[in-house]
Nanobody, 125 residues
Framework: QLQLVESGGGLVQPGESLRLSCAAS????????IVWFRQAPGKEREGVSW????????NYADSVKGRFTIGRDNAKNTVYLQMNSLKPEDTAIYYC??????????????????WGKGTQVTVSS
């Protein structure tokens, strides 16, 4: 059974950076497409970034394009989200989620079976 654990969240000021990690156990991660989702208070969970199981393809929500970079190290069974130029509106709980790799860009909650418990990101001056 695949298990995911997020880390790297914290409190930062606008314009600063954070790097989130999603570590997998129980199964090799290289068979799974991964999405980073986030959920702000009072809002629905939204897909932020997607990466194919090989890491060869990525996709980003318009709100983070050019600021966030998703990557993975399958040898370490870990996926990353580098977040630069953070804004207050990036404040949310960030979750990683996995589904068996298909190569199709899917960033909607209902398509993902495996979830971590999330890590809090707060951007505030």
């Amino acid at each position: 059974q695949l298990q995911l654990v997020e880390s790297g969240g914290g409190l930062v000021q606008p314009g600063e950076s954070l790097r989130l990690s999603c570590a997998a156990s129980g199964s090799r991660l290289d068979g799974y497409d991964i999405v980073w989702f986030r959920q702000a208070p009072g809002k629905e969970r939204e897909g932020v970034s997607w990466i194919s199981r090989s890491g060869g393809s990525t996709n980003y929500a318009d709100s983070v394009k050019g600021r966030f970079t998703i990557g993975r190290d399958n040898a370490k069974n870990t996926v990353y989200l580098q977040m630069n130029s953070l804004k207050p509106e990036d404040t949310a709980i960030y979750y990683c989620a996995a589904r068996v790799g298909s190569g199709v860009v899917l960033m909607t909650v209902r398509h993902y079976l495996y979830w971590g418990k999330g890590t809090q990101v707060t951007v505030s001056s």
